[in-house]
Every structure is written in C-alpha cells, then in structure tokens.
C-alpha cells in the first residue's frame, strides 16, 4: 500500500511529526529506515513511539513497502532475499508505474539510451553507501547538523534521495507532466530557430527531414530524449548544410589524427547512415568509418576483396560494341590491347523505382528534365599510370592504360552526341550541354558543344589543383538555379542555405565524372541525402586491380545504396566506352536513352590525331 502523502515510506510515520519539517532531516529520518530494514536491526525507539498508519504485525517478519510476510519458504534465513525484495519494492514505490516509451520500430536507442544508462551506472557507483556508523549520527535527536556542516557524501545522498522521493510532495510534478514540459521546450526550441509550422524555413527543414530519412527518428528524440533533441539542433544535423559552411568549409578540416573521426561530414554522415532508415523501410547494418592511418590494411584488403570480384566483359557484346575509337587502341604508350574486368555494376531496385516515378511524369506531364555535366579536372585525374602512381599504403603501382582526364574526355565526346539531340527537344536552339568543371574551385564553363568540342575541350577546360567536389556541386546548384529562376521564376533563396527547389521546377540530371581523390566527399554525399530535386549519376573513373580505388568504390556503392537519387558506375582501366556510355545514360534519361544503333554510330569516336598529351604540370 502506498505511503500518506507525508508519511515516511519505509516506516509509514508521520513526517511532519517526528522531524523539524527540513529537507535534511526528512532525508536523514528515510535514510535511517532505510539502512535499519536491511541490516535486520529495529530502528531508532523513537519510531515505534508513534501509531503506525497501517500496522503490519512485527516489522521484522514482512516487508514495509508492500507487507509481504518474511516468513515463507523464500525468504526464511535468507538475509539477500530480503534485501533484494525490499530493494525492488523501494524502487518501484520510488519510480511509479510509468516508464520511458520504447523506442519505435527501426530507431537504433541505443545510441541514446547506453550513454544514458552507461551515465547513471557512474552515478550509481559513484552514490556513498550508508554505513550504520553513519546511522548513528543520523538518529533523531543525536548530533544533529545543519546542511553547511553536513559531509559532501551525505549531501550527496541527501540530493539522491530528494529525487527519489519528490513524487512524494504534495507539489512535485508526475513524470508524465515532466516530460510533456520537456517536449514543450523541444518545440518551443524548433520555433525559435526555424519558426512557426508552415513557414518556409520549417517546411524546408521537414522535407530535409524526410529526404533523409531520419523524421522517425527526430521525433523519437524529441519525446524520448529532449537533451539529445536539443544537442542535435544546436550542431545542424537536422537541417540542410549552410552556404556558409560549404565557403569556409566547415565540415571538411580535419580532426586531430587520433579522433575516431576524419573530418565533421564524416561524423554527420555517419549519424544519418546509421540512424535513418533504408529506401525499403529496414536499418543498415551499423557502419564505421576506415581511416587510412589507422585501418590501412583493412581498407586494402576491402580494396583487393571488391577486385577479385571482377569478371571478363561479355564477349558477344563486346564483339558488337567495340571501338578502334577506344581512347586505349590509339595510345602508343599502351601494351596491352586487351579490354580490362570489371566489377559488375549495380542498380539498385530503390534507385530503379525512382527513376520509373521520375519517368512517370515526364510522360504525363508533371515532370520535366534539365541536364548537365560536372567534370573532375584537378591534377590527380593527369596522373599518368606507366610512370607509377603512389597510393596511400606508400607502395608505386604500374598501370598500363590512359590517363584518367583522357578517358574522360572521350566518354565526355560520346555523350555529348547523345545529350544534345535530346534537349533540342525542350529547347530548339540549344547548341551544347552546360557544364561546370572543379578542382580547387569550382567553374562554369558554359555549353560544350559535340560539333566544335575539338575546340571547346582544350580552351574551356583548364587542369590542376586539388580536388573539391563541394565547389563543382555549389556551382552547378547556383547555376541551375539561377538559370531557372531568372528565365522562369522557379527557385527560392535562402539567406542561410542557399537556393531551394519550389513546387514546379524541372528535375536536374547531373552526369559527374570524377577519380575519387576529393578531400569533401563525405560533405558531397552528406549534401546529396537532403537533395530530392536532383538525380545524380556518379561515373568512378580510376586505375586497374588498385585496391585504392575500389575504396572509393566501395564508399560510393554504400551511398548508391542508401540514397536513391544517386546512381553509381565504376570506370577503370582499358574500357570498352559504348558499354559505359549506355549504361551511363540508361541512368541519366529515364525517358528515351539510347538504344544500340545509335549507340554503334562510328561518328562519335574521336579522331586519333585529336589525342594530346595533358599535363597539369
């Protein structure tokens, strides 16, 4: 039975009669009942003084709290059992009957809910244990202490046993209203920083939410545990990445060497991988990062694991697609005129299924498609293979194949032929595909053309720098939008995140090429998860049987995966280019990609003489 509003609950006694109504001496009085009921002594004569609430028989032969009787089979000169008992009962006289909700289908709380429990074990062993000779002290009556004199352990049990009684005081709030205050400040919190439901930026902030994949999630947070709710908030992991950040680059300066972490968009990343859900509604396997310091021959091995997956082309396909155009026939420098394996790419069915919805509309109208290209054009894609190339392991590998911007460029020419005739059909005039290029920074190079690309390649594309995917992306966006703003009034700005996509405004078909060296990756991808306005194809261009490259392979594939608005395809080695450039486009066109004539056509091999040595150096 529970205890009277002021009553002691271990005792049942009037508290307000037997103590001078302070704090302290209320805590000291529980405290005394307390150890006295364990240790199997009688407490202090003073207590048996008064008429029991609800007399129970003798105090030693049942329990306090609910009145169990001590004297059956289980408990019968078994000292544990009672203290055990007792212990059980105490804490839920103390806690109530309600508890934490559990965490909805697909949230991982564990990892909330272990820091949480790892924090209150430290407290628990950290919590004095109240000795009887402490308990003499602590008797009605003998040496009592005000609380600037009391030892910090007592003040400590004092605080402890304040909170497990509070529920107790005719004032003290139920856990239900406690909460319900903490989510109250939970959205008191979101308004103040987004504003009100149904203003721009908090409409914004929920599409991010559920582009991502992690509304769920949110929402378990903010009723389960408003602390970790509001710590979120605070470092932006709910809302898209500010312009500031991608300028002054933010997420992408590296932690010192001996964090878990490599850089904050790693560490964001992560977060979202790990706790949004997958296309299909289930969880990823809980993912970690690889550091190249710290898990070199873990990722080597990963990298040599994904290599052994190759397998020959198709040789009836291969027969039929072949090209003497293939930039590797034409190289001097080139041994082998072998075609390389290749890891087989994968479409995954989310991706798939996005691509048949994007078709759905632009085949009733709702939809519309803009393209254009981003190439990677910093100095690693010049890195020429037969004079040995450095990975991150410290070991030079040979490859006998082309440069890496020479493939692109050519794949670039192939496609160019293809991407042309298909936007004349929106836009008549059109002459070229626009087409930004990064490295260090990143530019918009205008239209490139297939008819004047002999001359546009070399005075458009400039080489060298560092690699920084997040200045190309930046551009593109900033281009696309401002284009389709100006010309047709789509796009909104943003002060803090730059433009955003409004209702209405056609869907972008990004083709990238890039070699995976770039130092923002994490923070293109983190980017990527919250953008639904864009499709995204991701053409890996690299070295073969490097166990390098298939890293970023991997990395991507993972992404590719998670997101489906990215689409991915591994390039490396001596490639057959019409096979890579049909698969490319099946992923850029969900409407009308090229079929195998057109594909075969001769005319769209680049002439031989037209093949210049680059350099960035």
């Known amino acids: 039975m529970a205890p009277q509003e002021d009553d002691c609950p271990v005792c049942h006694n009037s508290l307000a009669q037997i103590t001078d109504n302070s704090d302290d001496a209320r805590d000291s009085h529980i405290a005394t009942c307390i150890q006295s009921h364990l240790s199997d002594s009688r407490p202090s004569e003073s207590f048996h003084s008064r008429p029991r609430s609800q007399p129970q028989g003798n105090e030693e032969e049942s329990c306090p709290i609910c009145h169990t009787s001590y004297l059956t089979k289980e408990f019968d000169s078994n000292d544990s059992a009672r203290e055990v008992h007792f212990a059980t009962c105490f804490e839920s006289q ?285 100095g690693s894609m010049t890195w020429n293979p037969h004079q040995g190339m450095r990975g991150p392991d410290g070991r030079i590998r040979y490859h006998d194949q082309p440069s890496n911007i020479r493939l692109v460029e050519h794949l670039v020419h192939r496609v160019l032929n293809h991407m042309i005739p298909r936007a004349q059909k929106e836009h008549p005039t059109q002459q070229g595909i626009d087409a930004v290029t990064f490295s260090t920074y990143g530019t918009y190079i205008g239209q490139i053309s297939a008819s004047h690309f002999q001359h546009d390649w070399p005075t458009k594309v400039r080489l060298g720098g560092g690699t920084q995917v997040m200045q190309g992306w930046q551009t593109v966006k900033a281009t696309y939008f401002e284009h389709q703003h100006r010309i047709y009034g789509h796009g909104r700005w943003d002060g803090t995140y730059g433009w955003q996509p409004t209702p209405g405004m056609p869907k972008l078909s990004l083709l990238v090429f890039l070699d995976g060296e770039a130092t923002d990756m994490d923070e293109f991808e983190l980017e990527l998860l919250g953008e639904t306005w864009a499709y995204v194809t991701i053409a890996l261009v690299g070295m073969e049987n490097c166990p390098h490259h298939h890293s970023h392979a991997i990395e991507l594939e993972r992404v590719a995966k998670f997101n489906p608005h990215v689409g991915f395809f591994d390039v490396h080695g001596r490639v057959c280019e019409r096979m890579v450039v049909e698969d490319l486009l099946s992923s850029v066109y969900p409407v009308d990609p090229p079929q195998y004539s057109e594909i075969l056509k001769p005319e769209y091999d680049l002439p031989h003489e037209e093949l210049p040595a680059y350099s960035a150096y």
């Open 94 to 378: 103390a806690s109530g009957s309600t508890s934490k909700g559990a965490p909805p289908a697909g949230i991982r709380a564990q990892t909330f809910d272990r820091k949480v429990m790892s924090d209150k074990r430290k407290i628990a062993t950290k919590s004095p244990v109240v000795t009887p000779e402490v308990n003499t002290n602590l008797k009605l009556g003998t040496n009592r202490k005000t609380s600037a004199t009391i030892p910090v352990e007592r003040r400590r049990q004092s605080i402890g046993l304040r909170g497990l009684f509070s529920s107790f005081g005719g004032d003290a709030k139920s856990k239900e209203e406690k909460q319900q205050q903490k989510i109250q400040k939970a959205d008191n919190l979101m308004i103040q920083r987004w504003g009100p439901p149904g203003s721009p930026t908090y409409e914004m902030v929920m599409r991010y939410w559920a582009a991502t994949r992690m509304h769920q999630h949110w929402e378990y947070l903010r009723v389960q545990h408003p602390r970790q709710f509001k710590n979120h908030i605070d470092k932006g992991y709910m809302e898209p990445i500010p312009t500031a950040w991608v300028r002054n680059r933010k997420l992408a300066y590296l932690y010192p060497e001996p964090s878990y972490w490599e850089t904050p968009a790693e560490k964001r990343l992560y977060y979202l991988l790990n706790n949004g859900v997958m296309p299909d509604g289930s969880m990823h396997p809980v993912m970690r990062p690889l550091n190249i310091n710290r898990d070199m021959y873990t990722i080597i091995r990963r990298g040599n694991e994904r290599n052994a997956r190759q397998v020959h082309l198709d040789a009836q396909k291969l027969a039929a697609y072949q090209s003497p155009g293939d930039v590797f026939q034409s190289d001097k420098q080139i041994k082998s005129h072998r075609y390389s394996d290749q890891v087989p790419n994968v479409v995954y069915a989310a991706r798939t299924a996005a691509l048949h919805e994007l078709a759905d509309g632009i085949l009733h109208g709702t939809d519309h498609l803009e393209t254009m290209l981003l190439i990677d054009v910093s």
